[in-house]
């Protein structure tokens, strides 16, 4: 009886990790699927203060070529400039 009980969580431990590795492996990471920055939660209630962004490193590409430190400073940028900078990607522009 102990055996069954061995051989059935290293068959369920094995399986997880299985799926696991294989999940990444075949898994699309197109970057046009991923969402386009919550840019509202960014926006100031008060149009004549400045936002504070912090200051952490993940890049925003946007349509024009101009890669942003982070989804914050894109965001800033898009409200100050009427919409006109709109998303490519995330990381860096090309």
Do not use: R
Not at 34 to 54: A, E, G, I, L, N
Not at 65 to 90: A, L
């Amino acid at each position: 009886m102990a055996t069954f009980s061995y051989l059935t969580i290293l068959f369920l431990v094995s399986s997880t990790l299985a799926h696991t590795v294989f999940s990444e492996i075949f898994k699309s990471h197109h970057m046009a699927n991923w969402p386009k920055p919550p840019c509202k939660m960014y926006y100031s209630p008060d149009p004549f203060s400045d936002p504070k962004c912090p200051n952490i490193t993940a890049y925003v590409c946007a349509t024009s070529g101009q890669t942003y430190q982070n989804e914050c400073f894109f965001c800033v940028d898009q409200w100050k400039f009427d919409f006109h900078i709109k998303f490519d990607k995330y990381g860096k522009c090309d």
